[in-house]
């Protein structure tokens, strides 16, 4: 064999070796580049979250939002430019916010170790953070996503949907590898937080020909609601929280949708196949088993990956 085909063979072995490793995340990734890259992010969540109580749900929310859209390669942090709309700036991205953290983490990091630690993780990192801050379980977060170099507005239309039902949700969800249990825990998701009036607008006002309010809600928290969203309010900001302990991460969630209290028709929609409902049952009855399966499904979550690049700044591609 001539050494020239020796050579084409090992690189060809080589980049197949790589690209391999390159999509497979590990829990020491870091540990010799950047070992101290967690406890920053960790340090940066908290102090912020001192600062705005609103600060963990936005970023395990941004997480979500991250990997539904070309998987978890912080395409959800990335601008506009010139003519591009970029993901934040498209249709679903109400309640996005508090990108500034993720920036803050980002500088800190960077000042320790240039160009090491990619956004995405960084961003994974912080969503973990954001629900022990809220009292839920830790885990460790798998480690080597890479930044993606695309975001497009047009792709959030990718993103599930508040009025689908469940077989829209289980699409969305087997789309990306993840089953109805992942569907139902990462739902859990929903006990942090806040939602505007244009979320669960369609429940209450119209809801169909035969019914003003959606028939599967309690009719006096449809009553609530509607006199917090009436009808054609101007108010922008006007919404209530996910649920009444909205900044414990608990499974207060899974009671609520037993109680015909969820905000959205996709949350009630889980009562409506036999495997969810069974799940939102046991969920409600265990915080543990709740925790359990959070964090087994935010792990499949989170390593759905896509990215090629380690950002210098997350805002920008390098
Ligand atoms: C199953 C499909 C899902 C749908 C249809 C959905 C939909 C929504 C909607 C419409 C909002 C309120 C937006 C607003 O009006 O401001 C929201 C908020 C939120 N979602 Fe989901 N979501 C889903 C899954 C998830 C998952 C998997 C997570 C995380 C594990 C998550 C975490 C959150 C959080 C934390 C908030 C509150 C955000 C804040 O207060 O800033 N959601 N979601
Ligand atoms: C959401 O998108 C609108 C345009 O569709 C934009 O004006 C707004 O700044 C975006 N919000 C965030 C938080 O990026
Ligand atoms: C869910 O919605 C889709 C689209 O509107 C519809 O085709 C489907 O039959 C619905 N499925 C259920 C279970 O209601």
């Not at 239309?157 to 949700?169: D, R």
């Not at 309690?218 to 922008?236: D, E, H, M, T, Y």
């Not at 919404?239 to 207060?252: A, I, K, L, Q, R």
Request: charged share 20%.
């Amino acid at each position: 064999m001539s050494m020239a085909i020796v050579v084409a063979f090992l690189t060809s072995l080589f980049f197949i070796s790589v690209s391999t490793l390159g999509n497979a995340l590990s829990l020491n990734y870091y540990d010799q580049t950047c070992p101290d890259a967690e406890l920053i992010v960790s340090k940066v969540v908290k102090d912020e979250t001192t600062k705005d109580k609103t600060v963990p749900a936005a970023l395990l929310r941004m997480h979500f939002h991250d990997c539904f859209i070309r998987g978890c390669d912080a395409s959800v942090l990335l601008s506009s430019k010139g003519k591009n709309t970029a993901e934040k700036d498209g249709p679903p991205n109400v309640s996005l916010h508090a990108f500034y953290v993720i920036d803050n983490a980002k500088k800190e990091v960077e000042a320790l170790c240039p160009g090491v630690v990619s956004c995405a993780d960084i961003l994974a990192f912080a969503a973990r953070d954001a629900v022990v801050i809220s009292g839920g379980p830790i885990w460790d977060v798998p480690k080597g996503r890479k930044d993606g170099r695309t975001s497009k507005a047009s792709e959030t239309i990718q993103m599930p949907a508040p009025t689908f039902n469940i077989s829209q949700l289980q699409q969305s969800f087997s789309q990306r590898g993840l089953s109805m249990e992942d569907l139902v825990a990462l739902s859990g998701g929903h006990t942090l937080g806040f939602s505007h009036c244009s979320s669960f607008q369609n429940r209450i006002h119209n809801f169909n020909s035969k019914h003003d309010i959606d028939p599967s809600m309690a009719p006096s928290f449809a009553g609530r609601l509607k006199s917090i969203c009436p009808v054609n309010s101007q108010a922008k900001n006007a919404g209530t929280t996910m649920d009444p302990s909205s900044t414990t991460f608990d499974n207060t969630y899974y009671k609520l949708i037993l109680q015909g209290k969820s905000l959205f028709s996709s949350d009630q929609a889980l009562l409506t196949s036999p495997t969810t409902k069974t799940l939102v049952s046991k969920f409600a009855t265990s915080k543990e088993a709740f925790s359990n399966a959070f964090v087994k499904s935010m792990i499949k979550m989170s390593s759905i990956t896509g990215g090629q690049e380690v950002r210098k700044n997350c805002r920008v591609v390098n």
